[in-house]
């Protein structure tokens, strides 16, 4: 069907510009000899037509979209016509039937480019303007923030989109040189910079728009975020247009739809480059085991190791389902590589032991963990079972199966922990820690990377998703205390950089307090208080918070602290020289003294004894202050 609708389109062109290039024969005529008969001889005017069909071939004249007619069209029809006039006058003369004025060649040409030239012109700004449909008299007002070349796009798809009312005030420009300018007849107001002033001067003027449109998909963070905050202030609707990707193709031009603004766009940062082919030269062809990789940072993980082509991909986790839907997206996503997925639970020593044998990895990303503070509250000794214990179980295995390298992926909770959760993570790290000093002094075994970072934006159990269920109820949005803050990163930006990290160590790379077993930690820039974050995914969705929905607050639960913090006090962050890793100046300890005290919490916990368990891991862990009811967490650790 579409490929008949297209031999159509190309006959009408045919059609037109046949009849156009025959009708331009006479009027050149007479242009060139007003006294001539420019009827004659008649077989002039069909070779004409001829002419302009066969010279158009070679630039593929009959191919043009008119209403997408552009600078480079023109140039076509320009070439086209030359072509075909020289043509044209070379028959003439060979019939002996050339006109007498020598011009007749050239004014032939521009004739022929007039006639040809005019309609497309005239058709593409016609279909092209954005008030000429009379369903806009009413049309929506929006301002266009982005690049030129993303709001010309736009704009084109907008016209084409007959279902859309919109008027385009104008647009805010990613540079302070394009301002006064025009695309498409809409004036550049001003810079993203200018947001206030033209905002404010548009207000003045009563022109101020309904909603402002983001157009660029790649403007994201702090930029983003001061333009949303000046469209909240005048009481503007924020939305973002499709990707200019969607837009692009005359063939099949899609519908306009805007969307939200994501919360996750305006917490993101400039991406920071990554050694993608050290990834490679890490991954590729190695045996490669995610532990946890059904959750959120496993899954991402497990996503973006196969993008690296490793020899066997082992996707290990407890949970049948989550397991279930990685290892289908992997099956779709990236066929081609070799995948096993075993369910198994880390706090099993025996299980865990016989995998690491069967499947003997060289890298093994260990994410599995029990990550959400009031459930590992609830249950202590799950927690300390699989976060301490578990984590001892993968290590162990791991290097007595072979294993060059583990990576293992702490929370800034493990930093000063008031929490079971927080405690039990730094225990994980100290065990790592105290093994990669054994393998660094001793010049062989497996390498054992920590990185620690903070909540990872839309991650199960996050504050996000919980905010956006609690929107889609109508409020309220529920926040534990309005001093709270958190640090957020995307998913795949924190594996990004784990990976990074992985890399500079398993590499021999010079560091910081690299000899030291230092952890890695990753730069989550500043913290978001939560009540912010509730306040601006309530703007986002277009509602005003307190007038349209409430914001309450419900009290820090247990384990809970207002602040959480990525270095400790007596481990200092140190550069590493690569952008957005840190290092912790590391604690060390005894690989022997921990893997025994751990050893006596995992006995303690399979034998119920909750007290006991807890005085260990606090034996251990001087600056655990556990703040049991959420009082503790008050006061800044």
Known sequence: MAAARSLIRIAVNVAIDGGLAALSVPVARWLAEPAAAALYPIWTIPLGA????????????????????????????????????????????????????????FIHALTLLLFLGAPRVGYRWRRGRPMTRPAQLDAASILLIGSIEDADLFIRALSQDRRQAFRVEGLLASSDRQTGRRIQGHRILGSLNDAATVLAQLQAEDRLPGTLVFVTPELSGAR?????????????????????????????????????????????????????????RLIQGRRVIVTGAGGTIGSELARQVAAFGPGTLILLDNGEYALWQIDLELAETHPQVNRRALIADIRDEARIRAVFEENRPDLVFHAAA?????????????????????????????????????????????????????????????????????????????????????????????????????????????VTHPDMQRYFMTVREAVGLVLQASVLSVSGASLPAGENGGIFVLDMGEPVKIVDLARQMIRLAGLQ????????????????????????????????????????????????????????????CRGGQVKLALTLLGGLIPEFEHNIDGSAGEVRA
């Open 50 to 105: 001829v002419c302009l069909l066969l010279a158009g071939i070679p630039f593929r004249l009959s191919l043009q979209y008119w209403r997408f007619a552009a600078i480079g069209d023109l140039l076509t029809v320009a070439a086209s016509a030359a072509a075909s006039a020289a043509l044209f006058s070379a028959v003439m003369l060979v019939a002996s039937a050339a006109p007498r004025s020598v011009g007749f060649p």
């Open 370 to 478: 029990l990550k959400h503070v009031p459930m590992v509250e609830a249950n202590p000794l799950e927690g300390m079972a699989t976060n301490a214990a578990g984590t001892r179980h993968v290590a162990d295995a791991a290097r007595a199966s072979g294993a060059a390298a583990m990576v293992l992926i702490s929370t800034d909770k493990a930093v000063n922990p008031t929490s079971v959760m927080g405690a039990s993570k730094r225990l994980a790290e100290m065990y790592c820690q105290a093994l990669d000093i054994s393998a660094r002094s001793s010049h062989q075994g497996m390498r054992c990377v920590t990185v620690r970072f903070g909540n990872v934006l839309g991650s199960t159990g996050s504050v996000v998703p919980l905010f956006q269920r609690q929107l889609g109820r109508g409020g309220p949005l529920t």
């Open 545 to 604: 918070p307190e007038q349209d929905i409430e914001i309450r607050f419900t009290g820090l639960r247990p384990g809970e602290k207002l602040y959480e913090e990525l270095f400790h006090g007596k481990e200092p962050p140190v550069p590493t020289g690569y952008a957005g890793l840190l290092m912790a100046t590391p604690r060390t300890a005894d690989p022997a003294i921990v893997g025994r005290a751990i050893e006596e919490i995992g006995s303690a």
């Open 224 to 280: 983003l975020a001061q333009v949303v905050a000046q469209a909240d202030r005048f009481g503007l609707q924020v939305r973002q247009a499709p990707r200019p990707t969607a837009l692009a193709d005359p063939d099949q031009p899609r519908p306009v739809e805007l969307r939200p603004v994501a919360i996750e766009d305006l917490l993101n940062r400039p991406q920071v480059p990554l050694d993608r082919d050290g990834m490679a």
